[in-house]
């Protein structure tokens, strides 16, 4: 059975999927290949028990991607049809910068996968000397430069020793994408740097140039305009600003090509990967065919949710979440309705 987006994703994946088809064809490749047959489809599309953790973390981070991606254009497509929305231009932001998390996150998961297979440790924590080694290291090149970014805002200085980049630089090398993740990265940057100057700086000066033109600074002159008042009277900001729809479009359209050109080479290595006895032990267990009967009474639940049947999994493709809710209580066979005597008629009890 060939599984689609458009007819078998969730009540994200559907619509977002008309959004992000063209820019992002081999998410549905992925998914086809590598979430689905974790999920109890066609009867429940939640991951199945039995799941390998890891291979569970690279369903959520692919999953988040696309929420953030797709979410990022609805918020985008609003702006451009309603200028009184333009204050959302901050949650643009925000869904791009998370989308770009989410990338991390997944590589992070393709690196652990990598690991197990492999049947390599966890890399030792660094001893002292080699914190205090990187620390002098960091003091040359970037302290500088964060302490006077300090001094202006009084965000803290943090020095960072471990992050995901330098984790998967193997991974990369192995499926020669080492090139195409940096410019990947690139751009994350970029946007990220929006994200946190909307998020952690005071409400950022916009120019409103005409009825439905907004502009933002471009990214280089982030820093150069921290005052309202600079907006107002800078010389140079004509020049310094762009229109925001070009900045989000621009960024989306990039970091977008670059994500669906690294899933194509990672599509690759999965399916190699998927031959190995050590990947296939991290599949669940195949599911119970659920009979006629079962499917009729319990429209195909998993027999924790015809358990509780106050349980409602979320269907993010993520399996995670609960929706408690007070269902009418049922009585038993021969049991008697309140107030009504055995063997006579029921009376209401007001």
């Avoid at 393709?110 to 890399?123: N, V």
Wanted: charged share 30%; glycine share 6%.
């Amino acid at each position: 059975m060939l599984y689609t987006l458009s007819k078998d994703g969730d009540d994200w994946e559907r619509p977002y999927w008309r959004t992000l088809e063209k820019a992002w064809p081999n998410y549905e490749v992925l998914w086809r290949e590598f979430v689905v047959p974790l999920t109890g489809r066609p009867h429940d599309i939640q991951i199945r028990k039995g799941t390998d953790p890891l291979l569970e973390e690279m369903c959520m981070a692919h999953y988040s991607t696309f929420y953030h991606l797709g979410r990022a254009h609805e918020l985008f497509r609003s702006v451009k049809r309603n200028i009184e929305l333009a204050r959302s231009y901050d949650e643009i932001f925000f869904h791009m910068s998370a989308a770009t998390e989410m990338v991390d996150r997944f590589l992070f998961a393709i690196w652990k996968i990598c690991r197990k297979i492999k049947g390599q440790a966890a890399p030792e924590p660094w001893s002292l000397e080699e914190v205090v080694k990187h620390a002098k290291r960091f003091h040359g090149k970037e302290y500088k430069k964060n302490y006077e970014e300090y001094l202006n805002s009084g965000r803290s200085v943090g020095i960072p020793l471990h992050n995901v980049r330098d984790s998967i630089d193997s991974i990369m090398a192995l499926i020669h994408a080492k090139k195409l993740v940096k410019e990947m990265w690139q751009i994350a940057d970029h946007i990220r740097s929006y994200r946190n100057v909307m998020t952690h700086n005071p409400l950022i000066g916009q120019l409103i140039v005409s009825e439905r033109a907004i502009y933002l600074p471009k990214q280089d002159n982030l820093s150069k305009y921290p005052l309202w008042s600079s907006t107002l009277y800078g010389e140079t900001v004509q020049l310094d600003y762009a229109p925001a729809n070009d900045i989000v479009e621009d960024y989306l359209g990039r970091f977008e090509s670059r994500v669906n050109e690294l899933w194509q080479k990672l599509i690759e290595l999965l399916r190699e990967w998927s031959e190995t006895e050590q990947y296939k032990a991290m599949l669940p267990p195949e599911p119970e065919e659920p009979t006629a009967a079962v499917r009729k009474i319990a429209g195909a639940k998993t027999s924790e949710e015809r358990a509780e049947p106050w349980r409602k999994v979320s269907s993010s493709g993520s399996g995670i979440g609960s929706d408690p809710r007070v269902l009418p209580r049922t009585r038993r066979r021969g049991e008697r309705r309140r107030g009504q005597k055995r063997g006579g008629k029921s009376r209401l009890r007001r």
